[in-house]
């Protein structure tokens, strides 16, 4: 445990805290990282600025892994606390280049804390491997932090009385965790967003939180535990109506029209609740504002609600269209019935395809998210979820039309697995995972499925640098970061994953005639890529954006190059 502030400082000198997020390129996009906004917000709120000098340093601004810049960042600002933010992709970053970073810290006894949803699972690894006398947050810092900061700065021994911390204690050196708690998010401060002023010029991805945790919650694949303790449906939280409506005012005034809800289920909950907040909020609302948002299928549409539930769920979108609604995420993962089982969704997807339906007709736009693989799969599961989704107008949607389940440790899928494993004797998933994404690698219990992943993920990695920065580019706000040429980006991402599909499932079918159907997909894909590094070209020579921006001038990049790309 690291001295306390008061036990080596003049009293009335100001607490010099630098919190930064990390960026992975792992994950290219423009877009604000939302809880370094949160935990800003309530430090300023919890110390006079006479007796806090707070610096946020988002790394998304630079878009690019620059541990020198980093570490020259840090040494002007002289903290006496360094927060870092652990998104994913990150941990590889900080584990090699840790040691620098530190020694930027000219203060000696400075009070490091790590946080994010990396350190929420890896606080033991980040005590052992990384910095052995750091704090790590786990799950909420909104709370834990601003008491951390009280406590070390009187030098008070009552580190156990802050709640959601990880430590290692001075003397026994044992590593001890205080208790879990939820933030009351009535009680929240509004985001600090001041140093976001760089990522809101570049039209990057501002968010917004209403809510936090999920009214559904069973998701098999899902990893709770950043946002809730026990991944509960009862640990869903709203904030209040007026909270919300005073932090879109705050966006309001540093030019910010075009936000996205950060919240993983918007209308969630009990329709009444939802109605009765969405209703006061827009009540409140004193400035124009456009947003997107994600929402459970069931919270669109509901093949138990009666007559009279789903006239009112309809007008209470048609009133958040009226009120700037553009687009929504539905995390609709299959089209398959068995798959929707394995991962228990609770929808069905004839009610997916209605709640896409439903809000089409209102003018909304929909993204739907995918999961084609997973462990258990069939070869048939996959060929008839391709098949529904491209009958349905869903395909050219999806945010990842060949995305495979993240096994993530301590998800209810891996128990799956695992109950499975066993009782066939078949060891499908490794035991060691990825830290930087918390997955652990398996294998496929269908061989077929097999080799069709391996030339499905071959061409994925190959065309990452190209599909996943145009996708992120396109997916958001009026403009975004792409100006007036967004919509014929959108276009081009639509068109490549309607081409994707249709290549899978050609692919199939020639698989199961006897034929390879490598050579199918090598060609279709290549047609494709082509087709999206053309529209990226001249999308971004168009705007005249091609070196505005790290990750834009990347992707340009490997547009501009695909010859090579694809050779690679």
């Known amino acids: 445990m690291a001295a306390g502030y008061g036990e080596r400082n003049a009293e009335g000198t100001p607490i010099r805290m630098m919190a930064v997020s ?36 988002d790394m998304v601004e630079w878009g690019e892994e620059d541990a020198e810049r980093l570490a020259s960042s840090i040494r002007q600002a002289e903290p006496h606390v360094l927060a870092i933010g652990l998104q994913y992709g990150t941990y590889s970053f900080l584990s090699k280049h ?38 790590v947050i786990l799950g909420e810092a909104d709370e834990a932090l601003p008491l951390l900061l009280q406590a070390w700065k009187t030098g008070s021994k009552s580190w156990p009385q802050v709640p959601n911390i990880r430590y290692r204690d001075k003397i026994s050196g044992l590593a001890i965790s ?7 998010l009535n009680r929240l401060s509004i985001p600090s967003r001041q140093h976001l ?21 069973a998701c098999t694949f899902c990893l709770r535990g950043l946002t ?46 939802t109605e009765k907040f969405v209703y006061r909020l827009l009540d409140q609302l004193r400035s124009p504002f456009r947003f997107d948002a994600s929402a459970t299928v069931h919270s669109v549409f509901s093949r138990r609600d009666s007559p009279e539930m789903a006239t009112r769920r309809r007008a209470l979108l048609q009133a958040l269209v009226d009120s700037g609604l553009q687009k929504v995420f539905l995390g609709i993962e299959s089209c398959s019935d068995t798959q929707l089982k394995r991962y228990a969704k609770g929808h069905t997807r004839t009610e997916a395809v209605q709640a896409a339906e439903l809000l089409r007709s209102l003018g ?15 070869l048939a599961e996959i060929e008839d979820s391709l098949q529904f989704m491209r009958a349905n107008d869903l395909a050219s949607v999806a945010s990842g039309i060949s995305s495979e389940l993240r096994l993530q440790t301590g998800s209810t899928y891996l128990h799956m697995l695992r109950k499975y494993e066993i009782s066939s004797g078949n060891a499908l998933h490794d035991r060691d995972f990825d830290p930087d994404t918390l997955t652990h690698s398996y294998r496929f219990r269908s061989p077929e499925v097999q080799s069709l992943h391996g030339i499905v993920q071959h061409w994925n990695r190959k065309l990452h640098p190209l599909y996943y920065p145009a996708k992120s580019l396109s997916r958001f706000g009026v403009h975004g970061a792409l100006g007036s040429s967004v919509r014929s980006m959108r276009t081009a991402t639509n068109t490549f994953r309607d081409e994707t599909c249709d290549a899978i499932i050609y692919a199939i079918r020639r698989g199961r005639d006897g034929d390879d159907p490598r050579e199918t997909l090598d060609y279709a894909l290549t047609a494709a890529a082509y087709h999206l590094a053309h529209a990226v ?30 050779a690679n």
């Not at 109506?241 to 950060?262: K, R």
């Open 98 to 135: 840790y040691s620098r970073l530190r020694q930027a810290v000219t203060e000696s006894n400075a009070l490091i804390v790590f946080g994010g949803p990396l350190a929420t699972y890896l606080s033991d690894r980040l005590l052992d491997e990384v910095e052995p006398e750091s704090v």
């Open 178 to 184: 205080s208790r879990r708690k939820l933030v009351d």
């Open 197 to 217: 002023k760089i990522i809101a010029e570049l039209g990057g991805e501002i968010f917004v939180e209403t809510s936090r945790g999920c009214s559904w919650a």
């Open 537 to 566: 070209v001249k999308t971004l020579e168009h705007e005249n954006m091609k070196d505005s921006h790290p990750v834009i001038r990347r992707v340009f990049t490997a547009a501009r190059d695909i010859d090579e790309l694809i």
């Open 22 to 57: 990390l960026y992975s390129e792992r994950y290219p996009a423009i877009g604000e990282n939302h809880g370094l906004s949160a935990i800003g917000g309530a430090v300023r709120a919890s110390f006079s600025e006479s007796a806090l000098q707070l610096t946020l340093l």
């Open 364 to 378: 909304v736009r929909v993204e739907i998210g995918v999961i084609l693989f997973d462990p258990l799969c069939s």
């Open 228 to 273: 809730d303790i026990h991944g509960r449906s009862h640990e869903f939280r709203r904030k209040s109506p007026e909270l919300v409506a005073q932090d879109l005012q705050d966006l309001n005034t540093l030019g910010v029209t075009d936000i996205t809800v950060a919240d993983e289920d918007f209308l969630g909950g009990k329709l009444e609740e």
